[in-house]
T-cell receptor, first 113, second 113 residues
Framework: SQTIHQWPATLVQPVGSPLSLECTVEGTSNPNLYWYRQAAGRGLQLLFYSVGIGQISSEVPQNLSASRPQDRQFILSSKKLLLSDSGFYLC????????????FGPGTRLTVT | AQSVTQPDIHITVSEGASLELRCNYSYGATPYLFWYVQSPGQGLQLLLKYFSGDTLVQGIKGFEAEFKRSQSSFNLRKPSVHWSDAAEYFCAVGAGNNNDMRFGAGTRLTVKP
């Protein structure tokens, strides 16, 4: 069966510091990968998606970037965090072919102080 | 582009009572529709999905949803709510490609003892 991991689970970082959040998927090949942000009491905002290694599409221009160095690894980064980057970050995957449901990881709670 | 509206931000029901969460979508063709549940501090879990065929779909945890094309709705129902159902519920609609799922803002469910 497929599983998706995210780490760290929680993170407290000062303004201006760098960020690296990691997401890995097991049990599937060539997944589509997604990064979402969920602000407190808000819905999900799609940040980035990837259909393959090195292929990243950005939905919202912002202080963040994403990379996909391996087939089942998706990284969310920032060079300098802003207070507005605080939130709950969710990684998700879906099969490249077939149906379109997405499966979510446990999330990372980021607090920028 | 498709969109999703969840009219109810917060709903409170008594344990054992029936539940209906509303979802309206906007999409020009036959949509792919989903309901997800999110417990506090957790990722999203897929409850059920609709792609085609029978308009009443059964999901996990005793939930069901009915697709009504004439009303552009996909409401989630459960005949008897349990305290463990307290969570945030998200409706989502998928378009024709893997990279274009849109989520509603969510409905928070509180269950009274």
């Amino acid at each position: 069966s497929q599983t998706i991991h995210q780490w760290p689970a929680t993170l407290v970082q000062p303004v201006g510091s760098p960020l690296s959040l990691e997401c890995t998927v097991e049990g599937t090949s060539n997944p589509n990968l997604y990064w979402y942000r969920q602000a407190a009491g808000r819905g999900l905002q799609l940040l980035f998606y990837s259909v393959g290694i090195g292929q990243i599409s950005s939905e919202v221009p912002q202080n963040l970037s994403a990379s996909r160095p391996q087939d089942r690894q998706f990284i969310l980064s920032s060079k300098k965090l802003l207070l507005s980057d605080s939130g709950f970050y969710l990684c998700a995957w879906s099969t490249r072919r077939g149906r379109y449901e997405q499966y979510f990881g446990p999330g990372t709670r980021l607090t920028v102080t | 582009a498709q969109s999703v509206t969840q009219p109810d931000i917060h709903i409170t029901v008594s344990e054992g009572a029936s539940l209906e969460l509303r979802c309206n979508y906007s999409y020009g063709a036959t949509p792919y529709l989903f309901w997800y549940v999110q417990s506090p501090g957790q990722g999203l879990q897929l409850l059920l999905k609709y792609f085609s065929g029978d308009t009443l779909v059964q999901g996990i945890k005793g939930f069901e949803a009915e697709f009504k094309r004439s009303q552009s709705s996909f409401n989630l129902r459960k005949p008897s709510v349990h305290w463990s159902d307290a969570a945030e519920y998200f409706c989502a609609v998928g378009a024709g490609n893997n990279n274009d799922m849109r989520f509603g803002a969510g409905t928070r469910l509180t269950v009274k003892p």
